[in-house]
């Protein structure tokens, strides 16, 4: 689409421990986000929570907010703007690995172990025919 070649590795070198801090912060705000809506009885909310919390992570977190390992390891393949070059890798996905252990620790402590369970259904009365 852009005349690039479809698979390339990326060249764009990212280091540094503010990104890598990013990464951490951006997961760990992530998996809290996920794990929060499930114990709060809200998992219907997860797909647009997600994606409105990515949006804004992209704008509040140094590194861009990858805040995934597999989308991090995608975007090994393309030499755009918004690649990671392979020798990045490692870096980024320890990180995203702490902040997803943070992030369950912090779901832990502010919502406890359990889910949430969902409210019963509000009890039914038989449909009696008219008189």
């Known amino acids: 689409m852009f005349g690039r070649a479809?698979?390339?590795?990326?060249?764009?070198?990212?280091v540094?421990?503010?990104l890598l801090l990013g990464e951490v912060v951006a997961t760990a705000g992530?998996?809290?986000?996920?794990?929060g809506l499930a114990r709060i009885g809200r998992p219907q909310?997860?797909?647009?929570?997600?994606?409105a919390y990515i949006a804004a992570a992209i704008w509040f977190t140094s590194s861009g907010s990858f805040a995934n390992p597999a989308a991090t390891i995608g975007?090994?393949?393309?030499?755009?703007?918004?690649?990671?070059?392979?020798?990045?890798?490692p870096g980024f996905v320890i990180a995203q690995l702490a902040g997803g252990v943070i992030?369950?620790?912090?779901?832990?402590?502010?919502?406890?172990?359990?889910p949430a369970t969902p409210p019963p259904d509000p009890p039914t009365r038989p449909i009696?025919?008219?008189?």
Request: net charge positive; hydrophobic share 50%; glycine share 8%.
């Open 6 to 14: 479809s698979i390339s590795w990326s060249t764009q070198v990212r």
């Open 16 to 18: 540094g421990d503010r």
């Open 30 to 35: 992530l998996v809290l986000l996920i794990y």
């Open 45 to 51: 909310l997860t797909p647009v929570a997600v994606a």
């Open 75 to 89: 975007r090994a393949f393309s030499d755009s703007f918004t690649g990671i070059s392979p020798a990045s890798l």
């Open 103 to 114: 992030g369950i620790a912090l779901a832990t402590l502010l919502f406890g172990r359990t």
């Open 128 to 131: 009696l025919p008219a008189d």
